[in-house]
């Protein structure tokens, strides 16, 4: 069994900074892609981010030269750091990771349980 656990959302003020951190354990074989969606009241969740296992990154428009995304191959972690943070950027963040489990011989999408970052005054 495959669980993604995200860590890190919260209250902040506009201006202000958080650390997102998601650790994938169980029967892993390996992972593709690991990234950073999220999903406003109302609204469609969105890709905020996401990393290659090489390392090659993609980012939303809105929030370029602002979040940076890493990962730690060891770790099976990937990370989230979000800078200058906006009342807009406030969304439930879910951690998403294309993951082949051990004897399964195919890639799937896992995604995390959710967390909350909120940016308000």
């Known amino acids: 069994q495959v669980q993604l656990v995200e860590s890190g959302g919260g209250l902040v003020q506009p201006g202000g900074s958080l650390r997102l951190s998601c650790a994938a354990s169980?029967?892993?074989?390996?992972?593709?892609?690991m990234g950073w969606y999220r999903q406003a009241p109302g609204k469609q969740r969105e890709l905020v981010a996401s990393?290659?296992?090489?390392?090659?990154?993609n980012y939303a428009d809105s929030v370029k030269g602002r979040f940076t995304i890493s990962r730690d191959n060891a770790k099976n972690s990937v990370y989230l750091q979000m800078n200058s943070l906006k009342p807009g950027d406030t969304a439930v963040y879910y951690c998403n990771a294309d993951l082949r489990p051990i004897h399964s011989g195919h890639y799937y999408d896992y995604w995390g349980q959710g967390t909350q970052v909120t940016v308000s005054s």
């Open positions: 990393i290659s296992n090489g390392g090659s990154t």
């Open positions: 169980g029967s892993i074989f390996s992972i593709n892609a």
